[in-house]
């Protein structure tokens, strides 16, 4: 997919085309799509997008319909049941993260009433300082995984390429980055997913 936008390279295309057309770039504002999208940023650090996609209903089950509460309770065992879960990715360091990424999550519920209200109190930001923030707040979230999480729920702009039809159905949705008076609407990014 390289040299061309991911909007070119998901049309047609079996996973990458639904989920381009439905849901990356949309705003949403439920805890459960929002961590679902950032285990699944953190799931394809080093890996493509399509194999995320793949496995997007295995990591569902696995993380039992991503319920940040049972999550951040998880221990050894549900550590183990993970790591030996062939349906996804089985890396400790990830599925570490998540673990610790739910109890961080479950905090911001408690002192800001929701993932979406902490994310809300904080926009707008530049990338750079999003992802200072996300550093400093959550596990093996780096630039990469920081940016895409942002984008694909609208907090970032450039999940779609402004002559693509899914922007005109995105920017209908008044995203977070079009509130703070974005003048201009960069190029989609170059697909790299």
């Known amino acids: 997919m390289a040299g061309t936008t991911y909007c070119e390279a998901a049309h047609g295309h079996p996973l990458h085309a639904r989920y381009h057309d439905t849901e990356y770039g949309f705003p949403n504002r439920e805890d459960e799509v929002l961590f679902e999208r950032l285990v699944l940023e953190i799931n394809q650090a080093g890996l493509s997008w399509l194999t995320v996609l793949k496995k997007r209903e295995a990591f569902r089950l696995a ?3 991503y ?3 049972r999550i951040a309770a998880y221990d050894d065992a549900d550590r183990r049941r993970l ?3 062939q349906g996804i990715i089985r890396n400790r360091l990830k599925i570490d993260a998540v673990i610790h990424n739910a109890g961080v999550v479950r905090q911001l519920r408690r002192e800001y009433g929701s993932f979406a209200a902490w994310l809300d109190a904080h926009h707008p930001l530049s ?3 999003w992802v200072r923030l ?3 707040t959550f596990r093996f ?3 990469e995984i920081v940016g895409e999480f942002l984008m694909s729920l609208g ?3 450039g999940a779609h ?3 693509c039809p899914v922007f005109q159905v995105v920017d209908a949705l008044d995203p977070p980055w079009r509130r703070v008076g974005a003048d201009h609407v960069p190029d989609a990014k170059k697909a790299s997913r």
Request: hydrophobic share 25%.
């Open 141 to 143: 979230t780096g630039g």
């Open 127 to 129: 990338k750079v300082d």
């Open 161 to 163: 390429h402004p002559g």
């Open 67 to 69: 319920d940040i509460d």
């Open 83 to 85: 790591l030996e879960d």
């Open 63 to 65: 993380f039992e319909g």
């Open 134 to 136: 996300f550093r400093k």
């Open 155 to 157: 907090y970032l702009p």
